[in-house]
């Protein structure tokens, strides 16, 4: 057995691993790695791939760069083109980032679930009551990015951001060991809540990116300015974007979690599982006919 091997099976301890990512001062950790991780000198930047690679596996082959002046470069790193294919059916509404299956099913009197046993309230995480009157009887996908993945979300159909509400919260780790443990997570941490309608309807597919501990922060290019543990307002952030499908939204500076909510009328696509690898630009969710026939 490698000496990384030993590492990385102690550290992926349940209790160790909620320890060490949990218990010890979160916000602050995140503070000094997002600094650390924006120093461009050549020796920090290998010593924080090297130690980064010990705990997560990074593939870099579609990365349209390969050689980076920080470990930041690495986070929010783009593809090159092409690297990942768009389903462009329009009764399609596609995956907007790489990332592994969570939890996911229909929004029962208000509530979604984290994790099993794990539920939490609509209204603690959009904090909007007339938004969350849409998704009653409508449904989620929980999608969890990897350290290691691909950071970058896109506009999963052809849509207008028209409104982001930005919450700046804890830093809580968003793995399956935490999600199992901290009750109503989601809710506690930062995040952005944005608001897309779907181009041709009145449906409202609302995205959550919720950071995590390290380097919580969420860029927005509808948005001026970087949403950190830093940014405290306005929070209530009006917007007037049109994306087209698979065209880029924004990044997390590191892995984290995007949560997708459809109102009735919209489905979760058949054969999608808990635990499956889904990647950017494949079908996640399934408009109703009479929608196709309105638009």
């Known amino acids: 057995m490698t000496v990384r091997s030993v590492i990385v099976n102690f550290v992926q301890q349940e209790d160790v691993n909620f320890l060490l990512t949990n218990r010890l001062p979160r916000r602050w950790i995140t503070l000094f790695v997002g600094w650390l991780s924006r120093l461009e000198q050549p020796l920090v930047c290998r010593a924080c791939l090297a130690v980064w690679r010990l705990f997560a596996d990074i593939d870099l082959s579609d990365a349209q760069n390969t050689r980076f002046r920080s470990l930041h470069e690495c986070f929010t790193r783009e593809l090159t083109p092409g690297a990942r294919q768009v389903d462009h059916d329009s009764a399609v509404v596609v995956s907007p980032c790489d990332g592994i299956v969570g939890a996911m099913g229909p929004v029962c009197a208000g509530s979604a679930f984290q994790a099993k046993g794990f539920p939490y309230s609509l209204l603690d995480l959009l904090d909007d009551s007339e938004l969350v009157a849409r998704y009653l009887d409508g449904c989620f996908v929980t999608l969890r990015l990897t350290s290691g993945m691909y950071h970058r979300f896109h506009a999963p159909y052809d849509c207008r ?17 935490a999600l199992k443990r901290v009750e109503n997570l ?8 944005i608001r897309c309608r779907l181009a041709g309807s009145d449906h409202l597919i609302t995205l959550v990116p919720v950071a995590a501990i390290l380097v919580a922060s969420i860029r927005l290019h509808c948005v001026d300015v970087p949403l950190n543990l830093k940014y405290r307002g306005p929070n209530r952030i009006p917007c007037d974007a049109w994306l087209r499908k698979g065209e880029e939204m924004g990044w997390f500076e590191h892995g984290s979690t995007v949560i997708a909510f459809a109102p009735p009328g919209v489905s979760i696509c058949p054969g999608l599982t808990e635990g499956s690898v889904i990647r950017m630009g494949q079908p996640l969710l399934r408009l109703a006919p009479h929608h196709l026939e309105c638009s």
């Open 186 to 193: 989601f809710c506690r941490n930062e995040r952005a809540v």
């Open 161 to 177: 951001v028209e409104h982001v509400t930005y919450m700046s919260g804890d830093t809580w780790n968003v793995n399956p060991i």
